[in-house]
């Protein structure tokens, strides 16, 4: 007796339950790439470029920031940043009392928030970094200027403020003039019944719930698919 092969009509019927389950591979996959590139285009990031020409030397530093491309009336926004100290040239050895400012734009309106290095905190030398530190500025309809139903269009700028120690014989601190630079911009809006439908506010940090809904109706879809799939089919007679 020959033994059958699993090619034979059990390798048949493993193809055609694959088959039947493809639809549902594709769907896993285009809610991957669809999360994927929705995620891409909620937030806004980049990288300021500051310095300064200094009587004994030159500064150059970098600043990295992220925050929500949309932000609502009623939430916090929070900006994430982190400073870095690309280069200290000449007298400059090291930076001291620095801190990250960060300002809201909207029209005539400005919000603005700080954070500084704690009392006891440390010297920052070339190729040194501080942060991500968090910028948390609340929006009302007093500070952004928005009644119920407008929006506008904000931009954002970040402000480094420091002092410099001199060294090479000079031993001197300065305070380093104060440096500004655009830091992208974001859309702000003020729900017209003065309450969001689709965002809200956990920690301080406004948090987007169309992922939630999206992927809540992907999973009764895919319950669906499986469902029917598994729905047994009755059986052809053979005359």
Do not use: C
Request: glycine letters at 10%; zero cysteines; charged letters at 10%.
């Amino acid at each position: 007796m020959f033994q059958k092969s699993g090619y034979g009509r059990d390798g048949v019927t493993k193809r055609a339950k694959f088959k039947r389950f493809l639809p549902l591979l594709l769907v896993v996959v285009l809610l991957i790439q669809s999360q994927r590139t929705y995620a891409a285009v909620q937030s806004t990031s980049g990288t300021v470029h500051l310095g300064n020409t200094l009587q004994y030397g030159a500064t150059a530093y970098s600043v990295e920031y992220s925050y929500p491309s949309t932000a609502e009336v009623g939430t916090s926004l929070t900006i994430a940043l982190t400073l870095h100290v690309d280069s200290l040239t000449g007298l400059v050895e090291y930076i001291y009392n620095y801190q990250l400012i960060a300002k809201v734009f909207i029209g005539a309106n400005v919000l603005d928030g700080n954070a500084s290095m704690a009392s006891n905190g440390t010297f920052l030398y070339p190729g040194s970094s501080w942060g991500p530190i968090n910028v948390t500025l609340p929006l009302t309809a007093e500070n952004t200027g928005l009644a119920k139903g407008a929006s506008a269009n904000a931009t954002v700028s970040v402000t480094l403020m420091d002092g410099v120690y001199y060294g090479g014989g000079l031993v001197v601190y300065n305070t380093e003039p104060a440096m500004e630079g655009a830091a992208g911009s974001l859309a702000i809006r003020n729900p017209a019944d003065g309450t969001s439908a689709t965002t809200s506010q956990i920690n301080g940090q406004t948090q987007n719930n169309l992922p939630y809904a999206f992927f809540a109706s992907a999973a009764v879809l895919m319950l669906i698919v499986v469902v029917l799939q598994s729905w047994p089919r009755p059986s052809r007679q053979v005359k």
